[in-house]
């Protein structure tokens, strides 16, 4: 009864080790893939490059993903995921006041933007946006990643009352916000001379200032 036991233990193990090890290779290959796409393009980078620079093979691409549409997309909703996990946790809880979310979310995005951390993915983020709008498919598979539902809240939590933002419904303020995001994380990469982090801040202010 005990060697029984002790099998069934030991498969369950493998079991969980080998699921283990997929995850390690699955996330391996999304940071290879969001470099090697980055520096290269959509149409310039291959998926034997991404799984060269992630040390694996070509295999391990497809026993994960479904070729490179699949796997951008994956880096997409698993950046995407990592910021709002993120956000809530620093920033996003209910009942702070507007305001101050606003000032701390500014903080936030021009830190993250001046640590270089987010060069790579908003380049694969406008590369992948111009990529959908040829190709239905992809289209609404970004669409669905990038506008979630919204649990019928009528007012974004960064839209202070007042506001010409805060008069949006809330997917209209989450559409405008998320144009600057991308906007002028791609300025600063472009020209960070005319659009420094600190002038996210400003537009931010500007359109979530109280209306006269």
């Not at 959509?42 to 070729?67: C, P, R």
């Not at 420094?196 to 200032?209: N, V």
Request: charged fraction near 30%.
């Amino acid at each position: 009864m005990w060697d029984v036991n002790r099998k069934g233990i030991d498969a369950v193990a493998e079991r969980l080790t080998r699921q283990e090890q997929r995850e390690r290779n699955r996330l391996k290959l999304l940071e290879a893939a969001e470099k090697v796409f980055a520096e290269r393009g959509i149409q310039g980078a291959s998926v034997d490059e991404v799984a060269a620079a992630a040390g694996l093979t070509k295999g391990a691409i497809y026993s994960n993903f479904d070729g490179k549409e699949d796997l951008l997309l994956e880096v997409m909703r698993h950046r995407l995921g990592q910021e709002a996990r993120t956000q809530a946790e620093r920033m996003l809880h209910a009942g702070r006041d507007a305001g101050d979310l606003v000032e701390e979310f500014a903080g936030y995005w021009a830190e993250r933007v001046r640590a270089g951390d987010q060069e790579a993915f908003a380049q694969i983020t406008v590369e992948l946006m111009i990529h959908a709008t040829r190709h239905p498919a992809v289209r609404e598979q970004l669409i669905a990643l990038m506008f979630p539902p919204v649990d019928g809240r009528d007012r974004h939590p960064l839209a202070p009352p007042g506001s010409g933002l805060g008069e949006l419904p809330y997917e209209q303020a989450d559409a405008v916000l998320k144009s600057l995001d991308i906007g002028m994380r791609l300025l600063t990469l472009l020209a960070p001379e005319r659009c420094p982090p600190e002038l996210f801040a400003t537009a931010l202010r500007l359109l979530t200032a109280p209306k006269a």
